[in-house]
């Protein structure tokens, strides 16, 4: 005997296409340090050593030669991703990272 295989017919569906998504700056991100809830205008900084969002514990733009690129900007780093220096701990808008700090 010979059996004939049933050959089922692919349906074809189609979708429509969703809405692009909206962004708006009532984002609410959670600060890192004190792990509150706060608006993309009260987030501070986003650090360049550990990549999390911060409110406060920063310690500033490094001001060595390693983080500023050709037109000026400067990396922001938190508290913890620089080095325990008196130039760190004094200053509170400019730091040096380890990646631009020779100790002496």
């Known amino acids: 005997m ?3 295989q049933k050959q089922t017919k692919k349906i074809n569906k189609v979708y429509p296409t969703p809405p692009p998504p909206t962004f708006t700056v009532d984002e609410i991100i959670e600060c890192y340090f004190c792990k509150y809830d706060y608006n ?12 999390q969002f911060f409110h406060c514990n920063i310690a500033g733009k490094c001001i060595g030669n390693l983080c500023k690129n050709g037109n000026g ?20 808008n400019k730091c040096i990272c380890y990646d631009c700090f020779t100790p002496t």
């Open 40 to 51: 993309l205008s009260q987030i501070k900084i986003h650090c360049a050593g550990c990549d």
């Open 2 to 4: 010979c059996f004939k």
């Open 73 to 92: 900007h400067q990396l922001s780093w938190c508290k913890s991703c620089v080095p325990k220096t008196e130039f760190n701990l004094s200053n509170n």
